[in-house]
């Protein structure tokens, strides 16, 4: 069973805190017990649910998980092991910070992921975006660790760099624990690292290829997350063993 209440909030922020260039915090994904027990038997020390992943598993597509299901899954997915979770909760859901804040608490999670992504596939307002993650800040208290997802690189914004850096600041001073320009090119990495100091910084890596974790740290990424890239790494391995199961039977 996973540490519950602060002493589990207290170990994830822990575990972010003070990390060597090119030692960056790698957390898997979840999508359900029984990966979140095989990354924890792989000596991982706390996992991050991706949303989207969860979503695929129950069989809806991204972003169209209903609120008790994803926080249900995630409760799951606590239960099942004995290190700390953080939930990708996407946008909030549009719950009142404190309800949110419950709801999470009821999981077992001790960290949220929280995108400014809105509803109808535009970024939210920075300044309005940085209230609600203030006002989740007020509500939880320290024993929620909160990583503000920062979407100018997926929304086809002009300048991504500048963008992220600001709305990043803004987050930061709400009270973020962390920040997550997601698909950041590696390049902007130390850019990004630069404008907010000691701050974390969570990086997306694909589970195969693409630039080493370690390379990934040196570059200023404090955390390494992968969305639903594992998902979609098992997806692919169990399709090729359901093909060669279909070959034998054939045969």
């Known amino acids: 069973m996973s540490p519950t209440g602060g002493s589990a909030a207290r170990v994830l922020r822990d575990l972010h805190g003070d990390r ?32 989207a992943g969860i979503a695929a598993s129950l069989g809806y597509e991204d972003g169209s998980t209903p609120v008790a299901e994803m926080l249900a899954a995630v409760a799951r997915i606590v239960r099942a092991v004995s290190v700390p979770v953080t939930a990708d909760l996407e946008g909030g859901y549009g719950l009142p910070a404190p309800e949110l804040v419950e709801r999470v608490r009821e999981s077992g999670a001790v960290g949220v992921n929280l995108e400014d992504t809105g509803p109808g596939g535009g970024l939210k307002d920075p300044r309005a975006h940085a209230e609600w993650l203030a006002e989740v800040r007020a509500a939880a208290g320290p024993e929620l660790f909160v990583n503000a997802r920062v979407d100018a690189y997926i929304r086809g914004t002009p300048e991504p760099l500048e963008a992220a850096i600001a709305r990043a600041l803004l987050y930061a001073e709400a009270g973020a624990d962390c920040v997550y320009p997601i698909a950041a090119p590696p390049g902007d990495l130390p850019a990004l690292r630069a404008a907010l100091g000691d701050l974390p910084l969570n990086a997306l890596a694909a589970p195969d290829g693409g630039p080493s974790f370690a390379e990934l740290g040196r570059f200023g990424a404090t955390r390494i997350t992968f969305g639903d890239g594992l998902l979609l790494r098992a997806r692919d391995d169990l399709a090729a063993l359901a093909t060669k199961l279909r070959e034998n039977t054939a045969g």
């Open 20 to 51: 060597a260039a090119g030692d960056p915090l790698v957390l898997p994904g979840p999508w359900d017990a029984v990966s979140a027990r095989a990354f924890e038997a792989a000596g991982f020390p706390a996992l991050a649910t991706p949303s």
